[in-house]
């Protein structure tokens, strides 16, 4: 029941309620004031796509007749102008509708009086433009009509259904999607939903797919396949079809259908469109990418778009249609490419590089069991070191470890060599059926392309035949084109000759000879100057999985673990080279060992090649020298062993010579005095080796004119001062 108290609705007297309701409530012609019909009056026009526009063409006649309903709104014909510039285009934004953005404009400016359109989805199908041209009438007072009724946007009630006008025209939009979605979707379980092909594939009349008929397509595409299934990087792929200057087929997306394949130079983006495209491996997919906001383009009203990995497609269909290679080498080469972006937190080691590290992504840390990077060192940067950065990075502490990459790796080097050793004559024969099998694909390859070049030259004969000679404006243009293809297939024929002389066709017996030679020295192939690092690192793969490396479990020592492709494991200890003795290996033995052959009256030449010859080695990992052996005596105080033992020096040695102190006791003056003589040459004497007593040859007349050469250089300072 109505409030009683309300004098508008329960009270009051019934003619003053009938009076306020007439006031709430204007007639057409009191909401159409001579300031409205002073301006302009603009009719929209818009039609959804050129297919509307072309067979619906009743609506559009529908929509011009609203100058009509101008007309009875009290617009002269001439003052009604229609905008009919959005006519084929969306509704969905306004960024391509010129014709919309001129009506807001006219509307900005104040020139209009009166927008028309024949309803709400006409003018926008989203509620940004809509609300945008409500607030615009209303602080202009312009009216908005449809082929119903008159509304005035300053108005509540009328603003009210205004906005539910435009609120109910973009959820028409968003059912009318959806519900082509799901009928797409439909018809793509089926299998019967009509995709874009690729340049390998073609569609047949009854709606099947099949091969592309033209041979040179399919042998291109299957020659990708296989150089990635040797090579394993889009990117060495791609190098490899630019130096043989090989095109790519590719089927344009754009313009009239159907697309004709064209011929596109070799790029990193279109070889691996190929690898990962699912239609070459004979399957139907439905569904690899999803919308994504965040991946939409400055300037664009296009969402865009991510890709979706193919366990989250929506709809595949495996062995749907022929196909280039089977679905498990499809599987195995998109895992390929994904591990050849470099992601050390992923377990990704990336492709193959130039660099020096052998073990260049495939390395962990045996005390973290975390991925080691790689950083390059030395005065040239070309000293590669494995680091462990993860205590670093994640917590601020300092590093893992370090390990130099030269020595594990020739470690590592020496082990695969030894492995590749029993399989060294089937590795050399496998070569020489490649390096055969790769000139026959050669030579194919170049008779396709020769074939293709002369049958567009004669194409192009014929169409210039066909033409009438007195059509000279066609002629000139057909012979042209005719001269232009004869001179492509001379070149192709010239650049096929000069393949031919650098390239045998078969391979000789002494070529065979010279395979067979090398695969029995494959240390030697490994260090030629012709083999890339990028090779051997591939090779350290296809053997090898995973190295563990942890230089701190064992002083001067570096652990390896070894994970071989085959899941067998071992395990390898490497001496390495370090910056003192406190961290050398064999200290304590090396210690030991000096002593004991000094000890031997060893002279530290001999202590070294002794050393040497033991396979001892320096900190740094070079053979010892008798400097080197000194300079250990010293630091670990290991006395030399003198003629006499250990004891003090005599005056004289049992030969009859002077030690240092003995000679200065016959001389009259101090031992440093006897060093100095020594250094002039002024006495004679002879050491067994450095660090040894000094045995001095001196008579009784040398030690007499030596003292009285004393006493003379004595007097002489005397009276001098």
């Not at 009270?11 to 306020?20: E, M, S, V």
């Not at 995973?546 to 200890?573: C, F, M, N, P």
């Not at 033995?589 to 396979?615: T, Y």
Request: aromatic letters at 6%; charged letters at 30%; glycine letters at 8%.
């Amino acid at each position: 029941m109505w409030d009683s108290s309300c004098n508008v609705c329960g009270g009051g007297r019934p003619g003053q309620r009938k009076t306020i309701l007439l006031s709430t409530t204007l007639s057409i012609d009191e909401r159409i004031t001579t300031a409205h019909r002073a301006k302009l009056a603009y009719v929209y026009v818009r039609q959804s796509s050129p297919g509307q526009v072309r067979h619906h063409q009743e609506s559009t006649e529908l929509q011009y007749r609203l100058v009509e309903r101008a007309a009875v709104f009290g617009w002269p014909r001439e003052r009604v102008h229609v905008i009919d510039d959005d006519l084929g285009k969306s509704g969905t934004s306004s960024k391509d509708r010129h014709g919309f953005q001129t009506l807001i404009a006219e509307v900005g400016l104040g020139k209009a009086g009166l927008v028309m359109s024949l309803d709400a989805s006409r003018l926008a199908r989203n509620n940004r433009d809509w609300h945008q041209l409500l607030e615009l009438c209303s602080l202009f007072g312009v009216l908005i009509a449809d082929g119903e009724r008159l509304y005035d946007p300053a108005a509540y009630h009328d603003r009210l259904l205004l906005g539910l006008s435009g609120i109910m025209s973009e959820a028409e939009l968003h059912q009318i999607k959806i519900r082509l979605h799901q009928r797409e979707r439909q018809k793509a379980a089926r299998g019967e939903l009509r995709l874009p092909l690729p340049a390998g594939l073609i569609h047949m009349r009854d709606g099947g797919v099949t091969f592309n008929p033209d041979e040179e397509v399919q042998e291109r595409l299957r020659m990708v396949f296989a150089k990635f299934r040797e090579l394993r990087s889009a990117k060495a792929v791609m190098r490899y079809l630019r130096r043989g200057n090989l095109l790519l087929p590719v089927r344009p997306l754009h313009g009239p259908a159907p697309h004709d394949v064209v011929w596109r130079p070799a790029d990193s983006a279109r070889v691996i469109n190929i690898l990962k495209n699912p239609a070459y491996a004979g399957a139907y997919v439905y569904g690899r990418r999803r919308p994504d906001p965040m991946r939409r383009r400055p300037g664009s009203d296009r969402i865009g778009t991510t890709a979706v990995a193919p366990e989250d497609w929506s709809i595949c269909l495996k062995d749907a249609h022929p196909a280039y290679l089977d679905w498990d080498e499809f599987m195995a080469n998109r895992r390929q490419l994904a591990d050849n972006v470099l992601r050390y937190d992923a377990g990704r080691p990336g492709a193959p590089r130039k660099g020096n590290a052998l073990l260049q992504g495939i390395v962990s840390c045996g005390r973290c069991a975390r991925r080691m990077g790689l950083r390059y060192s030395g005065p040239h940067g070309d000293y590669p070191v494995y680091v462990c950065v993860a205590d670093s990075s994640a917590e601020g502490r300092p590093r893992c470890q370090e390990v130099r990459a030269l020595a594990v790796d020739a470690e590592v080097e020496q082990l695969i060599l030894t492995a590749l050793t029993p399989d060294r004559i089937v590795l050399a024969i496998a070569a020489s059926g490649e390096i055969e099998e790769e000139t026959r694909a050669m030579e194919r390859r170049w008779s396709l392309k020769r074939e293709r070049a002369r049958y567009d030259a004669e194409r192009a004969r014929r169409q210039y035949d066909a033409v009438e000679p007195e059509n000279r404006l066609v002629a000139r243009s057909l012979e042209r084109v005719w001269e232009e293809r004869l001179r492509r297939a001379d070149q192709v024929e010239q650049e096929y000759d000069a393949w031919r002389r650098e390239q045998s066709v078969s391979i000789s017996d002494n070529d065979r000879a010279e395979i067979l030679a090398l695969g029995e020295e494959l240390p030697r192939l490994w260090r030629a100057a012709t083999t890339r690092s990028a090779d051997r690192k591939q090779i350290v793969r296809l053997v090898i999985k995973d190295v563990a490396l942890d230089q701190k479990r064992r002083r001067g020592y570096v652990w390896i673990r070894v994970i071989w492709q085959t899941g067998a494991a071992s395990e390898h200890w490497l001496q390495r080279c370090v910056q003192g003795y406190e961290q050398h290996a064999d200290q304590d033995r090396l210690r030991q060992r000096i002593a004991e052959l000094n000890g031997q009256q060893k002279m530290d030449g001999e202590i070294a090649a002794i050393l040497n010859k033991e396979a001892l080695r320096t900190a740094h990992g070079a053979p010892f020298s008798g400097g080197m052996i000194h300079v250990l005596r010293k630091r670990w105080r290991i006395q030399s062993v003198k003629i006499n033992g250990t004891g003090a020096n005599p005056q004289q040695w049992p030969d009859g010579s002077y030690s240092v102190q003995g000679a200065a006791s016959a001389i009259g003056i101090t031992p440093q005095v006897i060093f100095d003589w020594l250094r002039k040459g002024w006495l004679t004497g002879t050491q067994l080796a450095k660090g040894m007593p000094w045995q001095i040859s001196l008579s009784p007349d040398q030690a007499a004119a030596l003292r009285a050469r004393v006493r003379r250089t004595n007097r002489s300072k005397r009276e001098a001062s």
